[in-house]
């Protein structure tokens, strides 16, 4: 089972480069930005 595993993973993954960083996994990315006008709307809620 272990190796067909790895067989698969390989197919979706093998030869994946994402930046010229060379990671070798896919980046998660958990972020929100927002926009404040004025500064003092976004003092006021943090």
Known sequence: ?????KKRME???GGLR???FG???MA??????FVFNPAEQAENRF
């Open 23 to 25: 990671e070798v996994s």
């Open 18 to 20: 994402c930046s010229q």
């Open 28 to 33: 998660l990315f958990l972020t929100q930005g």
């Open 11 to 13: 197919m979706v993954y």
């Open 1 to 5: 089972m272990e190796k067909d595993f």
